[in-house]
């Protein structure tokens, strides 16, 4: 009976947010492999044995992922269907404008010109990202990349700034690794470093734009930018996908809001809660 008295306890410790101590992690880690670690990280982990036993969790495949309950119809049976839509009326539609910026950008910045990074989507599965480049390659004499000031050429920020670097993730769109709408595809560094709280980002698929774009984008802290994020999560609906689409093509081409903060010409590193990057 104390055994499971313990047991009980430790559960609810992990319920409340209280993660247990490194010999759980160690133990959760080789009862689920290696592919538990590549996709359940950070404070995700902490939360894997308890999901085991609580209401709303799926497992497949051998993986342990939180199950996100759908905000209402919209969420559940049209937001799908509408992304691939849109995806695909805008690579019909503006099948021309890629054509053209991808021309530009070799011309301007070279090959080659697309740009793919690896980002986390949704329950943190790892998606290459596709993008337009948007600066050099220029390295210092120790081969080294120069900072991302230099490398990022005026051109690139009239790219950035009109988000049509962005333009290439209508095929992550296609693929179900994005929506239209959602919390922004974040590094895959930045996960360990997330609050309990903040994981829930990755509850739906990321997104093209988001709520948080549309609400300061770059100029607000990380910690208010995580907290539209979940709040998007919560609140999924076709009226807010619209208002944040409009949202997105007046910040874009009428405001001509740029990617910059107020102290770097690209946003700085989350280094993790109560940190700033250096």
Same mark, same amino acid.
């Given at each position: 009976?104390?055994?499971?008295?313990?047991?009980?306890?430790?559960?609810?410790?992990?319920?409340?947010?209280?993660?247990?101590?490194?010999?759980?992690?160690?133990?959760?880690?080789?009862?689920?492999?290696?592919?538990?670690?590549?996709?359940?990280?950070?404070?995700?982990?902490?939360?894997?044995?308890?999901?085991?036993?609580?209401?709303?969790?799926?497992?497949?495949?051998?993986?342990?992922?939180?199950?996100?309950?759908?905000?209402?119809?919209?969420?559940?049976?049209?937001?799908?269907?509408?992304?691939?839509?849109?995806?695909?009326?805008?690579?019909?539609?503006?099948?021309?404008?890629?054509?053209?910026?991808?021309?530009?950008?070799?011309? %301007?910045?070279?090959?080659?010109?697309?740009?793919?990074?690896?980002?986390?989507?949704?329950?943190?599965?790892?998606?290459?990202?596709?993008?337009?480049?948007?600066?050099?390659?220029?390295?210092?004499?120790?081969?080294?990349?120069?900072?991302?000031?230099?490398?990022?050429?005026?051109?690139?920020?009239?790219?950035?700034?009109?988000?049509?670097?962005?333009?290439?993730?209508?095929?992550?769109?296609?693929?179900?690794? %994005?929506?239209?709408?959602?919390?922004?595809?974040?590094?895959?560094?930045?996960?360990?470093?997330?609050?309990?709280?903040?994981?829930?980002?990755?509850?739906?698929?990321?997104?093209?734009?988001?709520?948080?774009?549309?609400?300061?984008?770059?100029?607000?802290?990380?910690?208010?930018?995580?907290?539209?994020?979940?709040?998007?999560?919560?609140?999924?609906?076709?009226?807010?996908?619209?208002?944040?689409?409009?949202?997105?093509?007046?910040?874009?081409?009428?405001?001509?809001?740029?990617?910059?903060?107020?102290?770097?010409?690209? %946003?700085?590193?989350?280094?993790?809660?109560?940190?700033?990057?250096?």
């Amino acid at each position: 009976h104390r055994a499971g008295d313990d047991r009980r306890q430790q559960l609810d410790r992990l319920q409340c947010g209280h993660p247990p101590g490194n010999d759980h992690r160690q133990k959760l880690h080789r009862r689920r492999g290696k592919r538990a670690e590549g996709c359940i990280s950070g404070g995700q982990r902490d939360r894997a044995e308890a999901a085991d036993h609580c209401d709303g969790v799926s497992n497949r495949n051998g993986e342990v992922t939180m199950e996100h309950k759908p905000y209402g119809p919209y969420e559940t049976y049209f937001k799908r269907p509408l992304d691939i839509l849109c995806a695909l009326a805008a690579l019909i539609v503006f099948g021309w404008l890629y054509i053209l910026v991808a021309v530009l950008v070799r011309i %301007m910045l070279g090959s080659p010109v697309i740009f793919k990074q690896p980002r986390p989507g949704r329950d943190e599965k790892i998606f290459d990202l596709y993008k337009f480049r948007s600066m050099t390659d220029e390295r210092d004499e120790n081969g080294e990349l120069l900072p991302d000031e230099v490398r990022l050429t005026k051109f690139g920020k009239v790219l950035r700034a009109t988000s049509l670097d962005e333009l290439p993730e209508a095929f992550n769109i296609l693929k179900g690794d %994005m929506s239209v709408i959602g919390p922004r595809p974040l590094l895959v560094k930045y996960l360990p470093r997330y609050s309990e709280r903040q994981h829930r980002r990755h509850e739906v698929r990321p997104g093209l734009s988001g709520y948080a774009q549309v609400h300061g984008r770059n100029t607000v802290s990380w910690q208010d930018k995580f907290e539209m994020d979940v709040k998007y999560v919560d609140h999924i609906t076709f009226l807010g996908d619209l208002k944040i689409i409009w949202d997105s093509v007046m910040a874009a081409f009428v405001r001509r809001d740029g990617i910059s903060s107020e102290t770097s010409v690209t %946003m700085e590193e989350f280094m993790g809660n109560g940190m700033v990057a250096k």
